[in-house]
């Protein structure tokens, strides 16, 4: 069952984004860049990312011949590279020559050039001129035995108003209703407000200035958008795939990034990355909190591409420069952040960026080597603290956590209740609604993924669908067949309300045949003011706080384990539970507050069986499995040290030292245990 992403190196990758073409003129730099990237243990370098004006300064003139050596000097020293493609910024000569790269804005105002991630997706211009670089850059590079992984372009993103673009969304929509306008006209109730539409040609983006009242066309956008990205992906992963057929690739995704369905993204990638960059000691939140946030943001990037490790491919050693306060991370920290990206399923510990730069905009960005240039820093020594100790970890590599649990997440979904009218804007929280589904069953100590109500779902004893608002085709029945299968399968308030073109379903929310599953229907919902609360009693006389949301039910054939409180719908149910075949369905009817869906997804996990590994505030535990051998990661994310009960005995790898009946963690401390066979 091991999965190793880089089988050649059999170790964790450690490096960073290393720019050396900032640095051509200074080839002391260069060799010293070596020299401390050894001492550091590092074994790889991410090159070229916004290279493109360095290999070709002017249109088909190209030099590659310094990045050649660099990756040479690199791997004759036991450093692989990590190869970006160069399209995440467009040379002045580009857009100087083809002003259609630029992208437009949602006003349609073609941007000028500068800056950067900001390409026309859909322009054949800036599509050849990739194609053009690409290929020379491929052919420059292939065969070299330093070379394990292409980096698509960068932090891919956001969105073109173009003519170009706003043509391809029309091909996009022909497509999608068969070149029949009389379909879109029904899916997107356009006869409300006389939007009928008598051609494709006369459907416009939703520019900033214009339509905006079809919901329909505003949800298609979000989809056009993202799937037209997905093309972009797909072009330079087939252009890649011809020219270095044994090279994988990969793109960095950015967490939970708003308008890019990276679950559809990743299906190009032979392996998922993410940037991460969390606010830690901020004073809005505390150490776990923030390191809670950071692993949801691990399971929802390693949902993308289950089964198998993830990288991270950046995250700052010291602090970053473009939070709104740039703390530096505290002593242990960087250690602390790294194992839990382990720990979480990351095979990779990577930096944005292996030296700061002398000017311009991320001059001030942490970096392994400061302008001081030297080793004799706090972040160096505990880079090269980490690369020793990451280097220990090399028997985790290929193993994936062990989820008993998952809380499905869905981008469309996500657009889906963003764009809809209605509710409160400011409460909706769709995605921290998901998060903190993530974050009772991890404080039930639960390993829980984070996946695509597509997902195979068949190994999970428990899956949470929070807020499953639009329900595409197929995916109603998918649950249904996994609660029958013998599953607990929790739905909350807002389910199935629209089909996949946001069209209400008929008949009662849930829609789709699951009113009869969950054996009930919502018959209004009432948004609460930030200041209203009503309560939520169970049978044991327990009483959880509800606050935003209230569904008032209609169970038909359900049990009710819990009624309102308050209000004019006081004693009727908010959480229910029904058989389902070897299964079950609840339904929570309300946005309970934590402890209280603790208290529901409690039951459930002892329904189905579930074992928990409750861990004292504030720590975490994570397992990995391969199959064969189990990891158990511990991590404290606070500052006094805590001593806690292992799940089984073994030895941790970090120490060497065997694991019996308790750790004692230190500050921020971490322990790695493979476990003895059973
Ligand atoms: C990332 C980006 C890097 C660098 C970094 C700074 O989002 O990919 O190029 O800008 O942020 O934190």
Known sequence: ????????????????????????????????????????????????????????????????????????????????????????????????????????????????????????????????????????????????????????????????????CADQFRNYLRQRFGNDIEKLNKAWWTDFWSHHYTSFEQVEPPYANGERSIIGLNQAWREFTSWNMGQYVKFERQLLRELTPDIPATTNFMQVYPTLDYHELAKDLD????????????????????????????????????????MLMESTPSLVNWHSFNKLRRPGVLRLSSLQAIACGADTVQYFQWRKGRGSFEQFHGAVIDHLGTDDTRTFREVAALGADLKKLAPVLGSVPEAKAAVLYDWSNRWAIEGMAGMAASTKQYVRTVMEQYEALSRLGVETDVVSPEADLSGYDLVVAPMLYQLKPGRAEHLRAYAKNGGVLVFTYLTGYVDENTLCFLGGFPGDGLKELTGLYSEELDTLYPADRNGARFEDGSVFEIRDYCEILKVQDAEVLASYTDD???????????????????????????????????????????VRIPMPEGTEAHFRSNGEQRFAFYLNHTEEPVTITPAAEGTDLLTGRRVKDSIVLEKYGVAVVAEDAV
Not at 573 to 578: E, L, S
Not at 590 to 598: C, D, H, I, S
């Open 1 to 164: 069952m091991k999965k190793m992403l880089f089988p050649q190196i059999a170790q964790v990758l450690h490096g960073g984004d290393y720019n050396p073409d900032q640095w051509l003129d200074r080839p002391d730099i260069l060799e010293e860049d070596v020299r401390l990237m050894k001492e550091a243990g590092i074994n790889t370098a991410t090159l070229g990312v916004f290279a493109w004006s360095a290999y070709e300064p002017k249109e088909g003139k190209f030099h590659f011949d310094w990045l050649l050596s660099v990756m040479d000097r690199l791997y004759q020293n036991g450093i692989y590279t990590v190869l970006a493609t160069p399209t995440g910024a467009k040379p002045a000569w580009l857009d100087e020559n083809y002003p259609e790269a630029l992208r437009c804005d949602a006003n349609g105002m073609r941007l000028r050039h500068g800056n950067r991630h900001n390409h026309c997706l859909t322009s054949p211009a800036f599509r050849r001129q990739a194609e053009v670089i690409i290929k020379r850059l491929a052919e420059a590079v292939k065969g070299h035995p330093g070379l394990i992984l292409w980096h698509i372009s960068n932090e891919l993103g956001g969105e073109c108003f173009c003519p170009l």
């Open 271 to 310: 392996m998922v990355s993410w940037d991460s960059y969390p606010r830690y000691h901020s004073d809005t939140e505390s150490m776990p909190e923030t390191a809670a946030e950071t692993a949801f943001a691990h399971a929802v990037i390693r949902g993308t591409k289950p089964g198998q490790p993830f």
């Open 568 to 610: 004019f719908y006081a004693e009727t149910p908010v959480v229910t539970r029904k058989k389902a075949g070897n299964g079950s369905v609840w339904y929570v009817g309300a946005r309970l507050e934590a402890r209280g869906m603790e208290a529901v997804y409690s039951r459930c996990l002892d329904e189905a069986g579930t």
